[in-house]
């Protein structure tokens, strides 16, 4: 049987204060990795790294960077993989504010690339040197199913999501012959601060109640509900483990169904 252990293997994961991020630092500490969480906040990232099981002797780390800076991304990566090799790589960021692509300025789509494209360009090409060396490595990019069938109201999200997947899928395909595997996995409508958000924006523009809004989000999808951090993470951790090495520039939806493509 392939396995599922990560002892000895370090993971880097970005966004990890809260929601996805964090759930997915959590589930890679308990199958073993050491992980090394990165985002802007520095109290929550303190905070964060409490809660990591360390069981197999980690010891789990932070970085603090923000990710609307991208030289500021670089020069800590930069300075990070000189002394480490991470073997496991996430990138994840908040995704852009909704809105008719018709009404995005231009600004809006610049910032949401430089922070979803250039910023996974700039860790992924960090850390891709050490993975060649170690025969090992797993890139996985947390997305959103508009990767398959854009979502209404989310112009700018849609278009930057979809420019980060072709870049995935090129990257996964130069460096499959490395040992390295690059994936993006596509959250449905999971409970999170980024839901909030929209299910708050749908209250203002609609003048429903908050759980009559809900209850019309969730007749879209099979499942019948909003997906939980821990249920993303799941697939993010089976995806960074031995036991996916075949897997490889693809897009997983995890999202109880809703999405209308095969």
């Known amino acids: 049987m392939l396995s599922l252990d990560l002892t000895g293997k370090t993971a880097l994961v970005?966004?990890?204060?809260?929601?996805?991020?964090?759930?997915?630092?959590q589930e890679l500490a308990e199958m073993g990795a050491t992980c090394v969480l990165i985002a802007r906040n520095e109290d929550?990232?303190?905070?964060?790294?409490?809660?990591?099981?360390?069981?197999?002797?980690?010891?789990?780390?932070?970085?603090?960077?923000?990710?609307?800076?991208?030289?500021?991304?670089?020069?800590?990566?930069?300075?990070f993989v000189k002394d480490h090799t991470v073997h496991i790589l996430i990138n994840n960021s908040g995704g852009p504010a909704g809105g008719p692509i018709t009404e995005a300025t231009t600004d809006a789509f610049l910032a949401a690339f430089q922070q979803h494209l250039i910023c996974n360009h700039i860790t992924t090409t960090a850390v891709a040197p050490g993975m060649?060396?170690?025969?090992?490595?797993?890139?996985?990019n947390i997305i959103s199913t508009s990767v398959k069938i854009p979502l209404k109201g989310l112009g700018v999200s849609n278009t930057i999501r979809g420019?980060?997947?072709?870049?995935?899928?090129?990257m996964a395909n130069e460096l499959?012959?490395?040992?390295?595997?690059?994936?993006n996995?596509?959250?449905?409508?999971?409970?999170?601060?980024?839901?909030?958000?929209?299910?708050?924006?749908?209250?203002?523009?609609?003048?429903?109640?908050?759980?009559?809004v809900e209850k019309e989000m969730m007749e879209e999808i099979p499942a019948k509900r909003f997906g939980r951090?821990?249920?993303?993470?799941s697939m993010v951790a089976f995806l960074a483990s031995p036991a996916?090495?075949?897997?490889?520039?693809?897009?997983?939806?995890?999202?109880?169904?809703?999405?209308?493509?095969?």
């Open 14 to 25: 970005a966004g990890s204060t809260q929601g996805i991020g964090l759930a997915s630092a």
């Open 132 to 140: 060649k060396a170690a025969g090992f490595g797993r890139i996985i």
């Open 176 to 183: 499959a012959p490395f040992g390295i595997t690059v994936n």
């Open 185 to 212: 996995v596509l959250p449905g409508a999971t409970a999170t601060a980024r839901l909030e958000s929209i299910i708050g924006n749908k209250v203002a523009k609609t003048g429903l109640g908050q759980d009559a």
């Open 44 to 79: 929550a990232l303190k905070k964060a790294v409490a809660t990591l099981n360390t069981g197999k002797g980690q010891a789990h780390s932070y970085l603090v960077a923000d990710f609307s800076k991208t030289e500021q991304v670089r020069e800590v990566m930069t300075g």
């Open 229 to 233: 951090p821990e249920e993303i993470a």
């Open 244 to 262: 996916a090495a075949y897997v490889n520039g693809t897009s997983i939806p995890v999202d109880g169904g809703r999405t209308g493509s095969i």
């Open 163 to 170: 420019a980060v997947a072709s870049w995935a899928k090129t």
